[in-house]
């Protein structure tokens, strides 16, 4: 089974920086590309990076590009995003999540995610 | 890349049907068939319903559908069930400057 379990929340004031790791398990991690989407409260979903299988190929979304970084370990079925320059707008539910690939292609779709960790900006 | 449009609520009582419209551009829904759905119930990992516009992953109801026309795609639920209210959102690949482009959110509520 697909595990994919968040860790690294909490509060922090405006301009802080923090970490997130995302620990996979239950697929060969190194075979998909692995992403990042937050939902702020009472607000929607919203994409936020995504890092290739082999790390080389990155995209952020323009709201976090600057700012937020991802990255992976391979070695050890994890992945991560390091977020600067925080700012309250920031505040959300940060998800890790993989790309899904039925037959081995991978059609820009995001599934199975994981149940998220709370990130909170505030002074 | 301004998020793709959905109404922020739709509803029908048990058994009915409700279809919910996600309106893109060109340069997202309209360029490509790269459209999915999903379920969110609050607290919990979103589902995936529907892929590449109109394909089911295996294990979601035959209940779900979806489609395209232009640069609006569309989720129908038929048989509508309980368990089926929740948030719903729609996401559409944008082009490799905008990977995954995210719809607003709507709130299925059964009557």
């Known amino acids: 089974e697909v595990q994919l379990v968040e860790s690294g929340g909490g509060l922090v004031k405006p301009g802080g920086s923090l970490g997130l790791s995302c620990a996979a398990s239950g697929f060969t991690f190194s075979s998909y590309s692995m992403n990042w989407v937050r939902q702020a409260p009472g607000k929607g979903l919203e994409w936020v990076s995504t890092?290739?299988?082999?790390?080389?190929?990155?995209h952020y979304a323009d709201s976090v590009k600057g700012r937020f970084t991802i990255s992976r370990d391979n070695a050890k079925n994890s992945l991560y995003l390091q977020m600067n320059s925080l700012r309250a707008e920031d505040t959300a539910v940060y998800y890790c999540a993989r790309d899904f690939c039925p037959s081995g292609v991978c059609p820009f779709v995001i599934d199975p995610w994981g149940q998220g960790t709370l990130v909170t900006v505030s002074s | 890349q301004s998020a793709l449009t959905q109404p922020p609520s739709a509803s029908g009582s048990p058994g009915q049907s409700v279809t919910i419209s996600c309106t893109g551009t060109s340069s997202d829904v309209g360029g490509y068939n790269y459209v999915s759905w999903y379920q969110h119930h609050p607290g919990k990992a979103p589902k995936l319903m529907i892929y590449?516009?109109?394909t089911r992953p295996s294990g979601v109801p035959d209940r779900f559908s979806g489609s395209k026309s232009g640069n609006t795609a569309s989720l129908t639920v038929s048989g509508l069930q309980a368990e089926d209210e929740a948030d719903y959102y729609c996401?559409?690949?944008?082009?490799?400057?905008?990977?995954?482009?995210f719809g607003t959110g709507t709130k299925v509520s059964v009557l």
């Open positions: 996401i559409s690949h944008g082009g490799s400057n905008h990977l995954y482009v």
């Open positions: 890092i290739s299988s082999s790390g080389e190929n990155i």
């Open positions: 590449e516009v109109s």
